[in-house]
């Protein structure tokens, strides 16, 4: 399996309050990801990261910022909770966003809900 | 990325070949299938991919059609352990899309 370690693995918090979520990789991959995933929608992007401190936005990014500081972790933050924003989180891991070998291994989860 | 129709369900005895379709009959010629699969309570792990040709690794075997509108996973002896939910999806490899659009699957489920 490949090294991903989500942390932490279940949160409550309450509406208003932010709230950090912490991904991080021991393979060394440059590619980064962050889904939620909901009842009736699959997994959703949010934000990805290409590199050290070069992040972009997903299809589903308001709401929410990310930190990419080092190579082993990235950092998702919803600034303000909401109960919108109460999901699963999965943080995913790729080697290239370009080959044609690429593949993307997930983290197993956080699950967040927002009081 | 071009969308994909699976059934929303599917059982297969233990030890048989689990085969699961995907259409995706509008693909292009620079999308790749790609499968994953979701068991209950965890990340979606990957299976297979592939262009055009199929494909074989230590996981299942991905059979594409000749015009790329459709094709098949198949899980040669399917164990409780493949009971999951399995996506099709089809994108672009190398435009820097990093939408992986995962729908709604099949449930699989691996009957004693």
């Known amino acids: 399996d490949a090294g991903i370690t989500q942390s932490p693995r279940h949160k409550v918090t309450e509406t208003g309050t932010p709230v950090t979520l912490r991904c991080h990789q021991t393979e060394n991959h440059r590619y980064m990801y962050w889904y939620r995933q909901d009842p009736g929608h699959g997994l959703r992007l949010i934000h990805y990261s290409y590199g050290v401190k070069d992040t972009d936005k997903g299809e589903v990014s308001d709401g929410y910022s990310v930190s990419r500081s080092k190579t082993e972790d990235f950092l998702l933050t919803l600034e303000s909770a909401t109960s919108s924003q109460t999901s699963v989180y999965f943080c995913?891991?790729?080697?290239?966003?370009?080959?044609?070998?690429?593949?993307?291994?997930f983290g197993s989860g956080t699950q967040l809900s927002v009081l | 990325d071009a969308k994909t129709t699976q059934p929303p369900s599917m059982d297969c005895a233990e030890g048989r070949a689990a085969n699961l379709p995907c259409n995706h009959s509008t693909i292009s010629g620079n999308e790749y299938v790609y499968w994953y699969r979701q068991i209950h309570s965890q990340g979606p792990q990957y299976i297979i991919h592939?262009?055009?040709n199929n494909e074989t690794n230590e996981m299942a075997s991905l059979i594409i059609t000749e015009d790329r509108k459709s094709s098949t996973l198949i899980l040669p002896h399917a164990t409780l352990r493949d009971t999951a939910v399995y996506y099709c999806i089809v994108r672009v490899v190398g435009a820097g899309s990093y939408q992986l659009t995962f729908g709604k699957g099949t449930k699989l489920s691996v009957i004693p």
């Open positions: 592939g262009l055009k």
């Open positions: 995913a891991i790729s080697e290239s966003g370009r080959s044609t070998n690429e593949k993307l291994f």
